[in-house]
């Protein structure tokens, strides 16, 4: 007899309707899945983000915001009146020039003098006694340092004593009072103590480098500078964009090197932006200067960080 087709079991091909409630597809378990862990990622990083904005984002707005009004006690919007002052301001463009002059000088002179110690110290007899005093000024503050170079700079400090007794009075001078040299000695000042980091860092980088490298460059008949040229310095290519990078920064906002030892004089021919901001605000009582001047070097910063990183990386990503 035959059976009917409607009486026939279904067979392992038929669909069937998951049950209302049941368990979840896996598309749908692993999207649910990947919300939660959003969600619970965003809850730890809030407390970071909320300081940030609090402490560095909403100050640096309402600086912003500040620039843009004039010094009087009812504070008119002035347009961009602060920012022209640089134009018309003798000190204010006499700071340009002693920044840059900083940004060239805390750049190149940690890194030749970091890069020099550091090849000369690498594994020879004395290296740890040389590496420690080179590194020790960097445990110092800024602050202690220019006491340190203040007694050796002033009109009868250690440096014009030491040439008066050796028969170089000619070249005995107030090492602080005439620009641009007071600010050259400064800038010298910086770089006796940011060149300890610059040395740590290629230290490092030398460190990190094959010997089967140089081995190899020294079988093809390489000589030294032939090595240090085309083997050494390209391995230490991303140390020195942390060096260059670092000294960038550090030379465009220095301030308590300057503040001790001259407090931007005489006069204001020693200021950076970051002394003329002080001077502004704190001093002089120009808020709204002062706020322009934070914007302009907040800018300088910015803007030179990026293009020398953008830089570096898109030569290494080629």
Known sequence: MSTSTTDRPATGGSRRTPPVGGEPRPAERHAWISGRERLTAGGFMAPSVLLVAVFLLAPFVWTIHRSFFADTRTSPFSWFDNYTRFASDPALTRSIQNTLLWVVGTVVLPFVLGLAIACMTDATRFSRLARLCVVLPYALSG?????????MLTTDGAVNQVLTSVGLDSFAQGWLLTWPGNTL???????????????????????????????????????????????VLPQLRPVSIIVI?????????????????????????T??????????TFLELRPGAGAAIAVV????????????????????GE
């Not at 220019?146 to 007694?151: I, R, T």
């Not at 200021?271 to 502004?280: D, F, G, K, P, Q």
Request: no cysteine; aromatic share 10%.
């Open 185 to 231: 000695v400064m800038i010298l000042a910086n770089a006796w103590q940011a060149t300890g980091v610059a040395v740590i860092l290629f230290l490092v980088g030398l460190q990190s480098i094959p010997p089967e490298t140089l081995e190899a460059g020294s079988l093809d008949g390489a000589g030294s500078w032939q090595q240090f040229r085309h083997i």
């Open 143 to 151: 602050s202690a340092v220019a006491v340190v170079w203040n007694f």
């Open 271 to 280: 200021e950076t932006l970051a002394v003329s901001m002080y001077n502004e």
């Open 245 to 269: 990078g670092m000294s960038l920064v550090n030379g465009l906002k220095s301030f308590d090197l300057i503040w001790v030892l001259t407090q931007g004089g005489p006069g204001r021919a």
């Open 297 to 316: 070097l907040t800018v300088i910063v910015l803007a030179a960080s990026w293009l020398y990183l953008r830089r570096q990386l898109d030569v290494k």
